[in-house]
Nanobody
Framework: QVQLVESGGGLVQAGDSLRLSCAAS????????ATWFRQAPGKEREFVAA????????VYADSVKGRFTISRDNAKNTMYLQMNSLKPEDTAIYYC????????????????WGQGTQVTVSS
């Protein structure tokens, strides 16, 4: 079992950047597929970016490709989401999640979730 805590959200203007962090305890991210999701008010929770388990590969949603970068520091047991060129449509609560095995873009497949961190982009 793992516990996940997100941080780094805030209120920014369009075009600004933020870096979100997801710190894990209990187990290391290397044992899990680790994924970022987001959920805007009144919208479904959607996939953002992920590490695929066992391969070290990354995958991104089309909506953030080229603007967001996922990374990790295994020594600190922390995953990051660098968000550049933020747009108002990026406004959402951002969650990190983990599951055993390979990654999935479906939120229902995940066992462990953080509490979320709010990102608000104004324009």
């Amino acid at each position: 079992q793992v516990q996940l805590v997100e941080s780094g959200g805030g209120l920014v203007q369009a075009g600004d950047s933020l870096r979100l962090s997801c710190a894990a305890s209990g187990r290391t991210f290397s044992a899990y597929a680790a994924t970022w999701f987001r959920q805007a008010p009144g919208k479904e929770r959607e996939f953002v970016a992920a590490f695929t388990w066992g391969l070290g590969n990354t995958v991104y949603a089309d909506s953030v490709k080229g603007r967001f970068t996922i990374s990790r520091d295994n020594a600190k047991n922390t995953m990051y989401l660098q968000m550049n060129s933020l747009k108002p449509e990026d406004t959402a609560i951002y969650y990190c999640a983990a599951k055993r095995g390979t990654y999935s873009a479906r939120s229902s497949d995940y066992d462990y979730w953080g509490q979320g961190t709010q990102v608000t982009v104004s324009s």
